[in-house]
């Protein structure tokens, strides 16, 4: 690395003026590239747009020799060489997207020393003839960017990450970092054992997003409801909605577009033209909302995203705070609203039992779903359970959730959920929803005489609660693993394990008191 035209040495300070433009560090970044610039393998966590870049960026100015970048992501590598050039530093990118000239161009400054970071993806480093290449030239440091996906579990999983342990291997000496947004306490270990040593130091910088208010509702309509959740809190504002369906996407920005909010669908059937025109405009324009599945968001910097919205379950956890985390980025307020109903979490568990993962993967795709379950059906403060998620504790009461600014009721529902569960199995553990709440609430139909379900001990045993309360109590029991669903996929319910203490009366449950959609409905639009 050749700045030798300063008059006295850079530092990490003089670096980050000279070079980036600007002032000061943010949160732990000093204390990262202190760390590595001393030769010290590290593991960084930072959320999206915490500035994981820097952390290598000026190591990379100030050891000798070329930092090498691994990047699984070809676009995002393009725009990193391209901001980097723009500020003076000699940066360059290896990927399948160039062409030949390109390559044997970018090779010939590799070996002359005239580079200062090279990008580059996993399997294009691990070939032999590259390793042989980069043996012979001085290395200022490896830094592995997206470092999750070296977790088998995860779902950004890439096999040749498995093989960047060589790295220690063949480069002794050399610092290794490692780096991600995205690392609950799992794969930060699988992180760890694959791609660093036992004694690299860790920094994890907080996950918090003080400025996103957090929201978790029913679903009841669920256009409805966007539309007057956008009406009413984000006119003229930008935001992301999230589905699970293509088709969705289209239908509801659609409706969206029909009720004066300018909005357009994003998802990976669309052709490439399609999507590339309205993620420009949506970066372009303000006030555009963009109708996606999770196709949409990789690398989009868009700082004032106002609203996330999810009218489907996200698949986990981490997928949701990394999709929540693209709003506000400005820091200005924003918020995360999510609604999902019991089907939502019915089609997920029934995902998970249909499918033919083998039964560890199984497991873990299970405890995924409880972390997210666990977030949605919580009563207390939100960010203790989203935080807690990623290793981190919080206090709780933020006043920027839902629960913080109502406190959700709760109550004694350990009877209701024995008349409930007793229901499931006298019924013979293959009926949904609807139908158990038909039996608990003694309402006879043809087909309910025909099953003879009219004779059952527990027909008419639930009067005491209206029917929505019941279907409360199911959702509950089925986000909370009491009873579980059909891995057939017809909607049917079943006991889970969890459900023995309670029907063996060694256990008592709360459930949180829903406010029925309906009635917020009406009430909201009283207001
Ligand atoms: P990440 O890779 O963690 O998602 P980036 O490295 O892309 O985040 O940084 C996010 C944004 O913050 C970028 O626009 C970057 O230029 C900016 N940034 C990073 N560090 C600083 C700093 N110390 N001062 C001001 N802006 C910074
Ligand atoms: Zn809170």
Redesign the pocket.
């Known amino acids: 690395t050749d700045l030798s035209t300063a008059a006295s040495p850079p530092t990490a300070e003089s670096t980050?003026q000279s070079v980036f433009g600007?002032s000061?560090?943010?949160g732990r970044?000093r204390e990262i590239i202190d760390t590595v610039c001393a030769g010290r393998d590290a593991l960084v966590l930072?959320p999206?747009?915490?500035?994981?870049?820097?952390c290598y960026q000026i190591p990379a100015l100030l050891r000798p020799g070329v930092a090498v970048v691994v990047s699984p992501l070809i676009a995002l590598m393009q725009d990193q060489v391209e901001a980097l050039r723009h500020n003076g530093v000699r940066a360059a990118a290896l990927n399948s997207g160039l062409d030949p000239a390109e390559r044997r161009a970018t090779e010939r400054a590799l070996d002359a020393g005239e580079l200062d970071l090279l990008y580059v993806a996993p399997e294009r480093l691990l070939s032999d003839s590259f390793l042989e290449r980069l043996a012979r030239l001085p290395i200022a440091l490896f830094a592995i960017d997206e470092a999750h996906c070296v977790s088998q579990w995860g779902h950004d999983f890439r096999p040749e990450y498995l093989q960047l342990g060589v790295l220690g291997e063949r480069f002794p000496g050399v610092p290794r970092m490692a780096l991600t947004?995205t690392a609950d306490e799992r794969t930060r270990e699988e992180i760890r054992r694959q791609l660093l040593p036992a004694d690299a130091a860790v920094f994890i910088a907080s996950f918090d997003r003080p400025n996103l208010t957090y929201r978790v509702g029913l679903k009841d309509r669920a256009r409805d409801q966007l539309l007057r959740f956008i009406r009413e809190r984000h006119a003229g504002a930008s935001g992301i909605v999230y589905c699970m369906s293509r088709k969705a996407t289209e239908q509801i920005a659609d409706f969206l577009a029909g009720h004066d909010i300018p909005a357009v669908p994003y998802h990976a059937g669309l052709d490439a033209a399609t999507r590339r025109r309205h993620q420009e405009r949506f970066l372009r324009e303000e006030g555009l909302v963009v109708v996606a599945t999770v196709a949409f968001g990789m690398g989009i910097d868009k700082p004032d995203v106002r609203f996330v919205a999810h009218l489907d379950l996200p698949k986990t956890l981490e997928a949701y705070y990394q999709e929540t985390g693209r709003a506000g980025r400005d820091g200005l307020p924003a918020e995360a609203w999510l609604i999902y109903g019991l089907q939502d979490i019915y089609r997920l568990r029934q995902m998970i039992a249909a499918s033919e993962a083998p039964e560890a993967h199984k497991r873990q795709e299970r405890q995924r779903l409880e972390a997210l379950l666990g977030y949605c059906e919580a009563t207390g403060c939100r960010r203790p359970v989203l935080l807690g998620h990623f290793g981190e504790s919080h206090p709780g009461g933020c006043g920027r959730c839902d629960n913080c600014e109502q406190p959700p009721e709760t109550w004694d529902a350990t009877e209701a959920a024995r008349m409930a569960l007793s229901c499931v199995y006298r019924t013979g553990q293959r009926f949904g929803a609807a139908h158990v709440v038909d039996v608990l609430l003694g309402r006879t139909s043809e087909r309910i005489q025909r099953l003879g379900h009219d004779r059952l001990s527990t027909f008419g045993i639930g009067t005491g609660h209206d029917k929505g309360t019941w279907q409360s109590v199911l959702r509950q029991l089925l986000a909370g693993g009491y009873l579980e669903a059909d891995p057939e996929g017809h909607g049917g319910l079943r006991l889970a394990r969890g459900c023995r203490p309670l029907l063996r009366g060694e256990a008592t449950l709360q459930l949180r008191r829903d406010l029925p959609a309906a009635r917020k409905v009406r009430s909201e639009r009283a207001a």
């Open positions: 980050l600007y000061s560090f943010r970044q930072m999206t747009g915490g500035g994981k870049s820097l947004a």
